[in-house]
C-alpha cells in the first residue's frame, strides 16, 4: 500500500514499527504529540494515522479514547504489536558499564525487575526513540536507552541486552485511522468500534448492554470515561465482534439506542488477532 502514515513519537518508536507492520510500503510521518497525529490525518497531510490505545502491562494510553470520538477520523484497522524492549548502548559499550537507562515514563516500569537486578537507574524520556537519539548523540557509554531493536538500526546503537521486558506477553494495541469511514467487510472477523451514553433512567446501563447477551455478541470491551469534566455526564466505549450488518448485532445495536441518547459507530474493521 502507498501512501503516507503518521505516528507519535521519533523514527524507531513502537508505533512506527507499528506502521511497517500494518502498512508496508507507506512512507511514515513522525509527529509530537497525538493530536498532532490526528491533525494530520483529518488536514489531509497524511492518508492514514497509527494510534497507540492500550498496552497489556500498563493499560489503556491515556486520553486516546477521549480524543477518538471527536476526531472526526474512522477506525479502519487495528494492530497488535509484541513490545521487545532492549537496552541500547553506544558502539562497543557493554552491559556492565551502563549506570541509567533512558525511557518513555510507560517503558520504564515493563523492565523494572532487569534494571533493578543490575543496577541501572531508569531516567524519564518523552519518548524512547528519542532516547535513542540522545544516548546516540552524547557518545556516553555509561548511558542506555529503552527502545526496539529498529531504533537501534536507525541511531547506530549496539543491542546491548535483548527482550529485558519483565512480561513476555507484553503487547501493545493501534488503531489504524482514516479521513473516510469503511464499513466494508474484508474479512471473517470483524470488530465493530462505538461510543454510547445512556439515558437518565434507573437500570440504563444494564437494560442497554442486555441486548448483546440476549443475542449472542461478544463484547470485548468496555470502558467508561467522563465528558466535559463532569462526574454526571458518562460515555462509554466498547468493542465487539461481528459487523453492524450481522443479524445478532444488528439487533443489539438496536437494543442498544433504545436505552441511550446516542450511538456513534467509530469504526468497522478486521481483527488482527482472534479475540476471547
Keep these: 500500500m502507498t501512501g503516507r502514515i503518521a ?32 491533525e494530520q490525518t483529518r488536514s489531509g497531510g497524511v492518508d492514514l494515522g497509527m494510534l497507540a490505545v492500550e498496552n497489556s502491562t500498563y493499560g489503556r494510553v491515556a486520553d486516546v479514547h477521549s480524543l477518538l470520538p471527536r476526531s472526526g477520523l474512522h477506525i479502519v484497522g487495528e494492530a497488535f504489536v509484541r513490545v521487545h524492549v532492549n537496552l541500547l548502548g553506544v558502539r562497543g559499550a557493554n552491559l556492565a558499564e551502563v549506570k541509567e537507562a533512558h525511557g518513555h515514563v510507560v517503558i520504564l516500569p515493563q523492565c523494572a525487575g532487569f534494571l533493578r537486578s543490575h543496577g541501572i537507574r531508569g531516567k524519564v524520556s518523552s519518548d524512547n526513540a528519542r532516547a535513542a537519539r540522545e544516548v546516540a548523540e552524547a557518545g556516553d557509554p555509561s548511558r542506555a536507552a529503552l527502545a526496539s531493536e529498529l531504533a537501534a538500526a536507525i541511531y547506530g546503537l549496539d543491542v546491548l541486552a535483548r527482550h529485558i521486558e519483565d512480561h513476555q506477553n507484553n ?3 493501534f488503531l489504524v485511522m482514516s479521513r473516510t469511514p469503511d464499513h466494508s467487510r474484508r474479512a471473517e472477523h470483524m470488530v465493530t468500534t462505538f461510543t454510547f451514553r445512556v439515558r437518565n433512567i434507573p437500570a440504563a446501563l444494564y437494560k ?30 466498547a468493542d465487539i465482534e461481528g459487523h453492524p450488518d450481522d443479524e445478532n448485532v444488528a439487533r443489539a445495536l438496536e437494543e442498544l439506542r433504545y436505552f441511550t441518547t446516542n450511538v456513534d459507530i467509530l469504526g468497522v474493521y478486521p481483527t488482527d488477532r482472534p479475540r476471547g
Design 7 to 38: 505516528f507519535q513519537g521519533e523514527l524507531g518508536a513502537y508505533s512506527h514499527q507499528a506502521c511497517q507492520q500494518a502498512r508496508p510500503g507507506m512512507d511514515v510521518v513522525p509527529c509530537t504529540t497525538f493530536e498532532d497525529v490526528v
Design 171 to 173: 503487547t501493545t494495541r
Design 208 to 237: 442497554a448492554l442486555g441486548g448483546f447477551a440476549t443475542n449472542g455478541v461478544n463484547m470485548t470491551k468496555l470502558e467508561s470515561y467522563m465528558v466535559g469534566g463532569s462526574f454526571t455526564a458518562t460515555e462509554f466505549y
